[in-house]
């Protein structure tokens, strides 16, 4: 999930986000976080994860609702991670009204419809909805969470962030 949505939040997608980034207490700290918890070679433990948590919802606090446009982008990345973490921390209860798949799924149903109101076809209609949901299916079968597993996923998030934010750039200009 960091591999996946932690570089849409640097992306540079919106001018008004990185000046709320800037007022981040921690924000080199945060930057860093992000980068070290992206990489599959790096240990983290749940220090890391802990301070993550709490660098997200400082951001997330920043803003007084849900902001659209550009920064409606990297504000949702930022909240999947930290949804994401919870769930991994055990802070967010399985028996959640809303299941984490269906926020990545929203997300992704969202890129779509900006990327068709930009008039960006990429060869299929629901193109990130079709992503996520052969990334969770890939999941299901592989058992990505084994040593080689979690590498080899790692590399595949990496290049869905790079669709995303390729795809991105081109319906935000």
């Known amino acids: 999930m960091i591999a996946r949505f932690a570089p849409i939040i640097g992306a540079g997608f919106s001018t008004d986000w990185e000046e709320v980034e800037a007022e981040l207490s921690s924000g080199d700290e945060f930057v860093e976080l992000l980068s070290r918890m992206a990489d599959p070679t790096s ?17 997330l606090d920043l803003f007084d609702e849900e902001p659209m446009g550009n920064t409606y982008y990297p504000f949702k990345a930022a909240e999947l991670i930290e949804l994401h973490g919870r769930m ?3 802070d967010l209860p399985d028996d959640a009204p809303v299941p984490l798949s269906e926020w990545v799924d929203r997300f992704a149903k969202h890129v779509d419809w900006q990327l068709e109101k930009s008039g960006i076809d990429l060869g299929r209609p629901d193109y990130f909805a079709h992503l996520e ?4 299916e890939s999941d299901r079968i592989s058992g990505a969470n084994d040593g080689g597993g979690f590498a080899d996923r790692m590399v595949v998030c990496r290049e869905r962030s790079a669709e995303y934010i390729s795809a991105l ?3 935000l200009r």
Not at 133 to 136: D, K, N, S, V, W
């Open 43 to 59: 240990d983290v433990g749940i220090g890391e994860v802990d301070s993550l948590l709490e660098s997200l919802e400082e951001l």
């Open 88 to 90: 991994a921390t055990g």
């Open 133 to 136: 949901r052969t990334l969770r």
């Open 169 to 171: 750039s081109s319906a």
